[in-house]
């Protein structure tokens, strides 16, 4: 069964004090892992998807990375603004499995003026 | 563009009434979900739509029936609501495996 664990559950920064959100997943062969933003009230919103053990990819503040066994959110020099819920979620295997996603139960994030 | 559209937002059902959320996407994708969302919970899987035509159960599905109505719809039935599914559900769309979805707002259902 694949299992996504993120950490810590919630994060409070301040404005402009950068950190790592992480992502620790077991799967039967990772097909890809996804970061997803979640503000109050809305649905998850797409931000990365990575492939393999080294890959990284950037949005303004955010770069996700990935290794072997886990996946970090690192946010360099908050604002107020990125405040939401992170979510994490890997896809594995092939046939029917392929088109499903399992999410972690996210990371609630912070950033104070 | 709309993106993914549900319906209705807000619900508040007895113990026992059915109902149909709704879900439509214009951009085409061939795939189509259904989450729900619970605290500690995280988001697990109902029911998908890999193309038009095929529906596959998810992770949580007892309880619930789907619809593949046409490429653009995809609609999930409670037969006989009960509390435990009280929850926010979310339907997705993707172009494809590799492709991030795209989530609608979100129906928030209490049974009561």
């Not at chain 2, 559209?5 to 994708?29: E, I, Y």
């Not at chain 2, 259904?34 to 599905?61: F, H, N």
């Not at chain 2, 653009?72 to 991030?100: D, K």
Request: hydrophobic share 30%; charged share 20%; aromatic share 10%.
């Amino acid at each position: 069964e694949d299992q996504v664990t993120q950490s810590p559950e919630a994060l409070r920064l301040q404005e402009g004090e950068s950190s790592s959100l992480n992502c620790s997943y077991t799967v039967s062969g990772l097909r890809g892992l996804f970061w997803y933003r979640q503000d109050p009230g809305k649905g998850p919103e797409f931000l990365f998807t990575l492939y393999s053990a080294g890959e990284e990819k950037e949005k303004e503040r955010l770069k996700a990375t990935l290794t072997k066994k886990e996946s970090f959110l690192h946010i360099t020099a908050p604002k107020p603004e990125d405040s939401a819920t992170y979510l994490c979620a890997v896809q594995a295997g092939g046939g029917t499995s392929g088109s499903r996603l399992t999410f972690g139960e996210g990371t609630q994030l912070t950033v104070n003026p | 563009n709309a993106g993914v559209t549900q319906t209705p937002k807000f619900q508040v059902l007895k113990t026992g009434q059915s109902m149909t959320l709704q879900c439509a996407q214009d951009m085409n994708h061939n795939s189509m979900y259904w989450y729900r969302q619970d605290p500690g919970m995280g988001l697990r899987l109902i029911y998908y739509s890999a193309s038009e035509g095929t529906t596959d159960k998810g992770e949580v599905p007892n309880g619930y029936n789907v619809s593949r109505l046409n490429k653009r719809e995809f609609s999930l039935r409670l037969e006989s609501a009960a509390p435990s599914q009280t929850s926010v559900y979310f339907c997705a769309s993707s172009e494809g495996w590799n492709y991030g979805y795209t989530f609608g707002s979100g129906t928030r259902l209490t049974v009561v």
